[in-house]
């Protein structure tokens, strides 16, 4: 981490800190007090995103369905493909629990993220004891992208979306398959509501 001011907070963003084993001892060891941020969205939909994104670097891997089922007419989840795993949040906040209380830890909707940007950061603005700088009038819906974009960011005088691998158009998954993952992470979830205090109501 480079050296900051007093009056400074400086952020590094790597999505997979959040389902790796040795993370949290780590950053505990380097700095106690940190804030922790982790977007987190329905389960099932990040699977088929997850995998998504693959296919697009790895056009001959094997089908979802595939990858997601030891055994699919018995409804048997290969909860060790990654896709899955990353999903069941509760294992991986426990993991973060042994070294953080929760109140250092804040959890982003990644669908409001989507649908209400603005109250959203708003929220991260807030975990961060910074004043609500970022808001409304930074964010206009651009129909072409189908998603929020900055209006002007701060490098630019021109407004910016996320790129091209942010917001794909998922791969179609059979709805029998939908139903039966939303089964298997049905249990993960309750228990992840319970621990953080919010119902993201992802069934
Ligand atoms: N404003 C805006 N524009 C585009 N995309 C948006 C936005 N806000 C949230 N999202 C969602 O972010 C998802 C991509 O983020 P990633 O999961 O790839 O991020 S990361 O690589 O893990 O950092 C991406 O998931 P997919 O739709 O599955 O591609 C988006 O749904």
């Not at 990858?67 to 290969?78: E, M, P, Q, Y």
């Not at 250092?104 to 004043?131: C, M, N, W, Y």
């Amino acid at each position: 981490m480079p050296r900051t001011l007093d009056s400074q907070i400086t952020m590094e963003k790597t999505p997979s800190y959040f389902v790796t084993k040795e993370a949290p001892k780590r950053i505990f060891n380097m700095s106690r007090d940190s804030k922790l941020i982790v977007v987190v969205r329905n389960p099932v939909t990040r699977a088929i995103s997850d995998y998504t994104q693959t296919l697009s670097k790895k056009p001959d891997i094997p089908t979802f369905e595939a990858l997601a089922f030891k055994n699919r007419t018995l409804g048997l989840v290969d909860s060790s493909w990654n896709a899955i795993r990353i999903g069941m949040y509760v294992l991986h906040l426990e993991n973060w629990l042994q070294y953080f209380p929760l109140s250092q830890i804040h959890f982003v909707s990644g669908e409001r993220l989507i649908t209400d940007p603005a109250g959203e950061l708003g929220r991260v603005q807030d975990f961060l004891g910074l004043k609500r700088i970022v808001t409304d009038k930074h964010f206009y819906f651009n129909k072409t992208k189908g998603f929020p974009c900055l209006k002007k960011p701060e490098s630019s005088s021109l407004p910016r979306c996320l790129g091209k691998s942010k917001g794909r158009t998922h791969v179609q998954i059979d709805q029998d398959v939908i139903e039966q993952l939303r089964e298997f992470y049905r249990p993960f979830n309750i228990k992840f509501y319970e621990m953080v205090g919010h119902n993201f109501r992802w069934d």
